[in-house]
């Protein structure tokens, strides 16, 4: 059974970077069909889909983020990460990891999600 | 980006009843495999969405068959031939035909 489960701070400054790790079991993230994507929701509002990156390196990320987004794999720890820059209170939100395979699905396995609050 | 709309965006059901939600799309998400790149997903309360049919009309692994998705190029309905209890949450569809992937509102299912 594939879990995907979120780690990280949960309090961020402003102006701070806000860094998440999604660690991956039962499934390897170097298989090549598939992808790890980082969704987030902020209170009182809808989803946002952050990016996605796939074991060969390929990444898309949601241009409304702009140049403050990336995110990395560690294959050997079956992990990746998001980091998103300069963050303010807009960024405060539940945020989730989750799986997809291309021409299958767009988010077949997700994680319980971890909620981040930017404050001082 | 593809932009996606719900209705309706709040939804009370009685047990037993059949329930619909419609997503539209700004684009087309028939893609050139002959598939449609929308899935539908479950929001249960206190829970993080879970996946309920995958390229418009597949039931994820586990989805009872009470669940059906249908449509086709912009325009896509969920049904719920007959709501239980447990069908309560948000309903969201989501574009992944083009990069930003990209949600509808939701539609908040509840009991009447």
């Known amino acids: 059974q594939v879990q995907l489960q979120e780690s990280g701070p949960r309090l961020v400054k402003p102006s701070w970077t806000l860094s998440l790790t999604c660690t991956v079991s039962?499934?390897?993230?170097?298989?090549?069909?598939?992808?790890w994507n980082w969704i987030r929701r902020p209170a009182g509002k809808g989803m946002e889909w952050i990016g996605r990156?796939?074991?060969?390196?390929?990444?898309n990320y949601n241009p409304s983020l702009g140049s403050r987004v990336s995110m990395s794999l560690d294959t050997s720890n079956n992990q990746f990460s998001l980091h998103l820059t300069s963050v303010t209170a807009a960024d405060t939100a539940d945020y989730y990891c989750?799986?997809?395979?291309?021409?299958?699905?767009?988010?077949?396995?997700w994680g319980q999600g971890t909620t981040v609050t930017v404050a001082s | 980006d593809i932009e996606m709309t719900q209705s309706p965006l709040s939804l009370p059901v009685t047990p037993g009843e059949p329930a619909s939600i419609s997503c539209s799309s700004s684009?087309?998400?028939?893609?050139?495999?002959?598939?449609?790149?929308l899935d539908w997903y479950l929001q249960k309360p206190g829970q993080s969405p879970q996946l309920l049919i995958r390229?418009?009309?597949n039931r994820a692994a586990g989805v009872p068959d009470r669940f059906t998705g249908s449509g086709s190029v912009t325009h896509f309905t969920l049904r719920i031939s007959s709501v239980e209890a447990e069908d309560v949450g948000v309903y969201y569809c989501?574009?992944?035909?083009?990069?930003?992937?990209?949600f509808g509102p939701g539609t908040k299912v509840d009991i009447k």
């Open positions: 039962g499934a390897s993230i170097i298989n090549n069909n598939d992808y």
């Open positions: 990156i796939y074991s060969s390196g390929t990444i």
């Open positions: 390229l418009g009309s």
């Open positions: 989750a799986r997809g395979r291309d021409h299958v699905s767009g988010l077949n396995v």
């Open positions: 684009q087309s998400l028939l893609h050139s495999d002959g598939n449609n790149y």
């Open positions: 989501m574009q992944f035909k083009q990069i930003p992937f990209t």
